[in-house]
């Protein structure tokens, strides 16, 4: 079904304390008041945990952050948070937090949430041949994503993606897999979030 929904209206705010600025998004202008509120509570929640997993009370840390939106369609928020921290050492440490969220009712969704059973088989296997295709370092073998992998939703595209350390070396940054949607339409609910965009593939 065809759903024609604007887009959110964001509004930059500034999260502030000594030594920490995070720039994040509030949402505002939507017609349900209850999802404008839950969405920004998760969006400030987010931010919170983000500054609390860079923030060291041994060293001395300064914290800086922004967003970046990576879908507003559809009725389809998906925000990528990112967090650095300096602690005047050999390199910085940097985190992301990325959140997708349905504007109509407000909910957040984890992976596993947007797919039907089946999904991760297709999407180890696309991540195993990038892997493989890019020559993307690793610094133990690929064994898989988890039910609430790190991902965000961009234009007709998943994105899975993996922190520092967590798949390969500092010097590789982020590793980041897209998946266009057209691959995974097997596994799409046909009342689920991504079937909204499902529909131009």
Do not use: C, W
């Not at 998004?25 to 400030?44: C, D, F, S, T, Y």
């Not at 507003?72 to 998906?78: A, D, K, V």
Request: neutral net charge; charged residues 20%.
């Amino acid at each position: 079904m065809l759903l024609i929904k604007r887009p959110a209206d964001i509004i930059i705010r500034v999260y502030r304390r000594p030594n920490i600025t995070m720039l994040y998004p509030q949402v505002a202008g939507h017609e349900n008041v209850n999802a404008i509120i839950l969405m920004n509570m998760k969006i400030r929640n987010a931010v919170m945990e983000l500054v609390k997993s860079l923030d060291r009370p041994d060293l001395k840390t300064i914290i800086e952050g922004s967003f970046e939106i990576k879908n507003n369609q559809r009725g389809i928020l998906s925000i990528l948070l990112v967090g650095l921290a300096d602690f005047g050492g050999a390199h910085p440490m940097t985190v992301t937090k990325s959140l997708t969220m349905d504007t109509g009712t407000g909910e957040s969704f984890s992976l596993h949430q947007l797919f039907k059973p089946g999904y991760m088989e297709i999407i180890n296997a696309e991540i195993s041949r990038q892997i493989r295709e890019r020559d993307i370092p690793v610094l133990d073998s690929f064994k898989g994503i988890s039910p609430d992998q790190d991902y965000y939703v961009s234009d007709h595209t998943l994105v899975i993606y993996y922190q520092l350390y967590e798949l390969s070396p500092y010097a590789a940054g982020f590793p980041y897999f897209p998946i266009p949607l057209y691959m995974l339409s097997s596994v799409i609910p046909g009342n689920g979030l991504l079937d909204r965009l499902n529909y131009f593939i």
